[in-house]
């Protein structure tokens, strides 16, 4: 969420200029001093400048400052950092993306035209337009380089799913450093497909009910009437009854969709305070029937997209799915850049959607469509009747990681989700036999005793919150502490005590998926 006033600090100096941020200009001053007078522990060069993206103040007033940061002018990717301040605006510590401060020439030796023509060549489907390419340095691997940034629109290899690729080229060499895609994939009666019939919210406009929730920031659901583009209809009503129960009424995944996406709104605000997607009490649009015997279903930065299916499987509007998309959007705004949509940090962004979409299934207590820590397992993709992915023993699928090991970074970012979906379900549930599945341990760690779904879904919504950085990993030997066991074990300290059984719990949690630490031993 925007506002009129920022703090930039630059070379130690803090000023005030134009930007962006939701806290008071007294609080980001205090927090720009602080910035300023620890340039050293954020990794900052003389050339570096920082800009305030967000704000999050605890109940007890410490407050957590993300900045954007520019060297030379140029943009970070993979430079921001959060400011940790205590009651008193003093400096408690930094959560940093970098390992060492950036020292690199900003003069390229390749042309924008020749980094236009890599990044089209990168995308597989068929392009329709591409942004001139922006001089920047990456620094998403935790060191810099010179590079461009280039920006190809189209439609991917299936002609349905549109696609904005970001494509990273060396600015010295003109190889492709890396991608990702901002397009990321899966009071009236709803008689909704899944979750049965119920209550919806919904608005009369003369004697025409339609699916706009005053409840929930104005969330709507349209019809898309199975086309990739065009006017998306406003579904409406004579007596605000959606649906029949069946797919053959256009209303019924309209109701599921509709549903989801105010029991997400709810989930978020109820749980973890933040008001609904963007924090800001936004609802967002849920477009359903999109696509031929579309596959799939995206989040694309603004609204929700569902498709019909294909044979065996089933119109993609499902609980967990809508939770799942939407909690993007949360991931998005929350963190400056978002998690990387690639390597550990894309899997991180995966699996944070995986934990929440279930959450929002537990927290909706649906009866027709219960909690139970697995992922689609509703719409029967697969066409075989087996969801999409398993929390409690991610390996299942055929292709997620159960275990974190070097591999892993290599994996497609949903397959690359399985540690800490594993993770998580492990430190709500605890190993062994569950009433959920079956958790095994990684190698001879010992078990772990669970600690509960209430807390372990506040554990994780602080870590992304305050400390997530976008280039936060599993595993990083250059910079320990930018990783998701470091960033957990402070969410637990700071909610349940350093060394609680929580905090422990935690601990044990990741080493059970094989991902060790640096953290100090407790007594």
Known sequence: MKRSIAVVVVAGAVLVAPGAAHASPALEARTGQALAAHRADVRASAADAFTVYRT??????AAHTRYTRTYHGLRVYGGDVVVHTDAKGAYAGSSNSLSAPLSLSTVP??????????????????????????????????VGRLAYESVVEGWAADGQTPSRLHVITDATTNEVLGSWDEIETVAGTGRSLYSGNVSIDTTLSGTTYQLRDPSHGGNTACDMNNRTSGT?????????TWGTNATSDRQSAAADAYYG???????????????????????????VHYGNAYV?????????????????????????????????????????????????SGGLNEATSDIFGNMVEFYAANASDPGDYQVGEKIN??????????????????????????????????????????FFF??????????????????????????????????????????????TSYVNSSNPANTARAYTLRAAADLYGNCSTEYRAVRAAWTAVNVAGSDAACP
């Open 232 to 240: 998306c209809t406003l579904f409406t009503d004579a007596d605000n």
């Open 261 to 287: 996406a105010a029991k997400t709104f709810d989930y978020y605000k109820n749980v973890h305070g933040r008001n609904g997607i963007f924090g800001n009490g936004q609802g967002v649009p849920s477009r």
């Open 426 to 471: 492990n430190l709500a549930e605890g190993t062994g036999a569950t009433a959920y599945g079956t958790s095994p341990v990684c190698g001879s760690a010992p078990a772990v005793t669970g600690i509960g779904r209430a807390k372990a879904e506040k554990i994780w919504f602080r870590a992304l919150d305050v400390y997530f950085t976008s280039n």
């Open 381 to 422: 993709i697969r066409g075989n009747g087996t969801p999409l992915r398993y929390m409690y023993n991610p390996s299942l699928d055929g292709s997620s990681d159960s275990c974190w090991s070097t591999s892993t970074k290599n994996k497609d970012v949903h397959y690359s989700s399985g540690p800490a979906n594993h």
């Open 56 to 61: 999050s103040v605890d109940a007890s007033g």
């Open 109 to 142: 030796k390749v042309d924008a035209g020749a980094a236009a023509r890599a990044a089209r060549s990168a995308f597989s489907g068929r392009v329709t337009s591409s942004v001139a390419p922006q001089l920047l340095v990456d620094a998403a691997g935790g």
């Open 296 to 344: 799939n279903a995206f989040w694309d930065g603004s609204r929700m997209t569902y498709g019909d299916g294909s044979g065996n499987s089933r119109p993609l509007v499902s609980l967990d799915v809508a939770g799942h998309e939407m909690s993007h959007g949360v991931t998005g705004a929350v963190v400056s850049g978002g998690l990387t949509y690639s390597g550990e």
